[in-house]
């Protein structure tokens, strides 16, 4: 086991995924991208009609589910990896993911995964700086312009972002912010390799 990890926080549209599977890629290093995790006990939710304000009932969807997060994102042994992208997740995963005990449940996976990793992993998502991953040895909080990230994501508004922002940065279990000594990179007018030369550099600090 390694555990060497670069962690990569940051709100909607800001970069992350992208940036983090670049840095992986040049590094030669394992990717995992939490958001897409929640964004699959998302749509397990959705379809079970969970009340999505219900701690309880949404902690019974997570007690008895298998992720695996390659190539595709693949939950109880099927492919969700479109599914997660839909309109209704995006409306909803902030409504899961402010859940505890799925919280709970997917850092634990979430940790798992980096120990497990020859080389190293790079992780993204919306708490990896300050409650995932603390201690990693590069944190990074990926920020731009509020027009800017509406921009990157297609999929949704300008207002479908910021009211992601609200109910990302306000939920009671591990909003998002910025936490001591991380690395803020503003990628509103930068390019993709130059974020990932800043990314790679604070490694070899």
């Known amino acids: 086991m390694?555990?060497?990890?670069?962690?990569?926080?940051g709100p909607a549209g800001a970069g992350k995924s992208t940036v983090a599977r670049a840095v992986a890629e040049r590094l030669g290093w394992s990717f995992l991208?939490?958001?897409a995790m929640y964004r699959a006990v998302t749509v397990i939710a959705l379809e079970a009609g969970i009340d999505l304000s219900?701690?309880?009932?949404?902690?019974q969807v997570v007690s008895d589910l298998s992720i695996s997060m390659t190539d595709r994102v693949v939950i109880n042994g099927r492919d969700v990896?479109?599914?997660?992208r839909s309109p209704d997740v995006n409306s909803?995963?902030?409504?899961?993911?402010?859940c505890s005990a799925i919280r709970r449940a997917?850092?634990?996976?979430?940790?798992?995964?980096a120990s497990e990793q020859a080389l190293g992993t790079v992780v993204e998502?919306?708490?990896?700086?300050?409650?995932?991953f603390p201690d990693a040895e590069v944190r990074i909080f990926l920020t731009a312009s509020l027009e800017e990230r509406a921009k990157r994501r297609g999929d949704e508004s300008a207002a479908s972002v910021a009211a992601r922002d609200s109910a990302d940065t306000s939920r009671v279990d591990s909003p998002l912010s910025?936490?001591?000594?991380?690395?803020?990179?503003?990628?509103t007018n930068m390019p993709l390799d130059q974020v990932v030369d800043e990314v790679v550099a604070c490694l070899r600090k």
């Open 2 to 9: 390694n555990g060497r990890v670069i962690a990569i926080d």
């Open 92 to 98: 909803a995963v902030s409504a899961v993911a402010a």
């Open 125 to 132: 998502g919306r708490d990896i700086t300050t409650v995932v």
């Open 106 to 113: 997917l850092v634990e996976q979430q940790r798992i995964f």
């Open 178 to 187: 910025v936490g001591d000594g991380v690395t803020i990179l503003d990628t």
């Open 33 to 35: 991208d939490t958001g």
């Open 54 to 59: 219900s701690d309880e009932l949404l902690e």
């Open 81 to 84: 990896t479109l599914e997660i």
